[in-house]
């Protein structure tokens, strides 16, 4: 697997490839002491409703757009943002 270290903001964490899945690994603790961390399949996809053809269409997620909706739901299990 690819490992990559990534620095956002004051945000640490790793994001590694592979095997057909997406990781991303926070660096720091959360607030309940645990290092937390989210996966998903990669490339990933979303149902999107295109108001033009009144139809659902398949979209592809961006590598950035993966790494974000990951780094959200770590994130939220680490406690660091309330939504």
Do not use: W
């Not at 490839?17 to 990933?44: E, I």
């Not at 398949?58 to 939220?76: E, F, M, P, S």
Request: glycine content about 8%; charged content about 30%; aromatic content about 8%.
């Amino acid at each position: 697997m690819k490992k990559k270290v990534v620095y956002k903001k004051d945000i640490d964490y790793t994001v590694e490839t592979g095997f057909g899945r997406m990781t991303v690994r926070l660096l720091q603790r959360g607030n309940d002491g645990l290092y937390h961390g989210a996966s998903a399949p990669y490339p990933d996809y979303e149902q999107v409703y295109n108001e033009q053809t009144e139809k659902m269409e398949i979209v592809k997620l961006t590598r950035k757009q993966c790494i974000d909706r990951l780094l959200h739901i770590a994130l939220l299990g680490a406690s660091k943002v309330a939504d």
